[in-house]
């Protein structure tokens, strides 16, 4: 990838401006992490071509890794304004509606990709994904089946095995694993050739314990993608970290993901509707909570929740919270006198953020009752 930046800007350097280099080198930048650069020549785009929709588009989506959420807006309305529109305009509708909390307008996102039958799967893999961020695990359940039936009406098989991906890390993390264990074999028997499917099947699997699965298919990715820049430094040190916390081994977990820091620790992930679930930020709290070390693994699951622009309504933005209130909890254990009181509270308070925000959340979920048993035991 650092060597795909230098080649472009290069070519930006040598000849005039040119939209589609710009573009290209925005998107490097956004795998990369940086969004700075990325939106800046986003805008860039917008002002060489206003009518190119692929400018707007990008520089939406890096405003809202950003948090710019009024750029962000102001980049949509611009482009529906020349009449320029699509559904990835309309993901980005639906984020920010999610991240207002403006339920009707999350309703209005969801009318027009129902309207709109080549992309509806995209809308239904979001609202499985919100319904999932507040516990309502059967509903995420129903709706991901139909986002994977609409997909493959359209013949996009490989677009319905990541939503069955994407399902499969929800299992897995909110502790269903036989669940989990289908969602990811259904995903990879629709589309196995899929890079995006693969490697999320591999982490669902390393997440369960099917070390077999998850080290065919890391070795696999590890032997065709050598120089995939997210690959190697994301993908592959988050499934190596846990299948060794699967091991019991927190320090060599987080050895592997020392190559997974800002900023391609915040890059996007190209074949999801959200910018990045932050799975390795996610590994890495859970790796420090495993260690006993509160305090640092509360500054991960806080990197989760600091950047809700990147992360939207996907499942870790949820769990984040439960992590920083296990982390709390830890400490509270480890100190003692004010600073045992003053963790004590931080762990409670987090512990009721979760649960308010899952106050309707299905009962049986695994997570879901061990977060009430924590909150309890430290009442």
Not at 200 to 226: C, F, H, Q, V, W
Request: aromatic share 10%.
């Amino acid at each position: 990838m650092d060597k795909g930046i230098q080649a472009i800007q290069q070519v930006i350097d040598t000849y005039p401006p040119q939209p589609r280099r710009c573009e290209n080198l925005s998107i490097f930048f956004g795998i990369q992490g940086e969004y700075h650069k990325a939106a800046e020549l986003a805008r860039q785009v917008a002002q060489l071509a206003p009518e190119y929709l692929a400018g707007y588009e990008q520089l939406a989506n890096m405003a809202l890794a950003l948090q710019r959420f009024d750029e962000a807006r102001w980049a949509i309305h611009q482009a529906q304004g020349r009449k320029l529109d699509d559904f990835i305009l309309h993901n980005a509708l639906y984020a920010l509606a999610f991240l207002g909390a403006e339920p009707s307008k999350m309703a209005e996102e969801q009318q027009w990709f129902a309207s709109h039958s080549s992309v509806e799967n995209s809308g239904l893999s979001l609202a499985a994904d919100t319904e999932g961020y507040v516990g309502h695990l059967g509903q995420a359940r129903e709706l991901t089946q139909r986002s994977v039936d609409s997909a493959l009406r359209a013949d996009s098989k490989e677009t319905g095995g990541i939503w069955w991906e994407n399902a499969a890390l929800r299992e897995a993390a909110f502790g269903y694993l036989t669940e989990a264990r289908q969602a990811a074999a259904a995903g990879l028997k629709i589309y196995p050739a899929s890079q995006g499917v693969r490697v999320e099947a591999a982490l669902a699997y390393a997440m369960i314990g099917d070390t077999a699965r998850a080290n065919s298919l890391a070795e696999d990715l590890n032997k065709r993608y050598p120089l995939d820049t997210q690959m190697q430094s994301l993908w592959l040190p988050a499934i190596r970290a846990q299948r060794a916390l699967n091991r019991k081994n927190p320090a060599e977990a987080l050895a592997h993901l020392q190559s997974a820091l800002p900023p391609i620790e915040y890059g996007q992930t190209q074949f999801v509707n959200n910018i990045s679930c932050l799975y390795p930020t996610y590994v890495r709290g859970q790796a420090y909570l495993s260690a006993g070390q509160g305090k640092e693994a509360a500054t991960e699951f806080q990197k989760i929740l600091d950047h809700p622009g990147i992360v939207w309504n996907c499942w870790t933005g949820a769990l984040a919270r439960l992590g920083i209130a296990r982390a709390n909890a830890i400490q509270a254990k480890n100190s003692s006198g004010a600073d045992a009181d003053l963790a004590r509270r931080r762990a409670l308070a987090a512990y009721k953020d979760f649960l308010t925000l899952w106050k309707d959340a299905d009962p049986d979920i695994p997570i879901y009752k061990e977060a009430k048993a924590g909150y309890a035991q430290l009442q």
